[in-house]
């Protein structure tokens, strides 16, 4: 089983940025269809952006023309720009792929 490892959460004031990393020690991420989603604290976990195998993307309404998916092959590592964070942003932030199993996740926290 490959399970990821997630990075690069933390406390942000709103209006501010971060940048999550994606990690899948034993599977290469290249041609790679991988998503990101996210679990606020009482709702279901929802998907973000997916960065498909021929490197095209998707968002979600509430992070379009915010956040960015992005891969570096060489470093095997999937990444998460995340600009103008807003409070409704706090959440465990995930990344998966369709054979992977989930990973811990990281912790964004927005404050207002």
């Known amino acids: 089983q490959v399970q990821p490892v997630e990075s690069g959460g933390g406390l942000v004031q709103a209006g501010g940025s971060l940048r999550l990393s994606c990690a899948a020690s034993?599977?290469?991420?290249?041609?790679?269809?991988i998503g990101w989603y996210r679990q606020a604290p009482g709702k279901s976990r929802e998907w973000i952006a997916t960065?498909?195998?021929?490197?095209?993307?998707a968002y979600a309404d509430s992070v379009k023309g915010r956040f960015s998916i992005s891969r570096d092959n060489a470093r095997n590592t999937v990444y998460l720009q995340m600009n103008s964070l807003k409070s409704e942003d706090t959440a465990v932030y995930y990344c998966?792929?369709?054979?992977?199993?989930w990973g811990q996740g990281t912790q964004v926290t927005v404050s207002s």
């Open positions: 998966n792929s369709p054979v992977w199993v």
């Open positions: 034993g599977s290469t991420i290249r041609f790679a269809a």
């Open positions: 960065i498909g195998r021929s490197d095209s993307t």
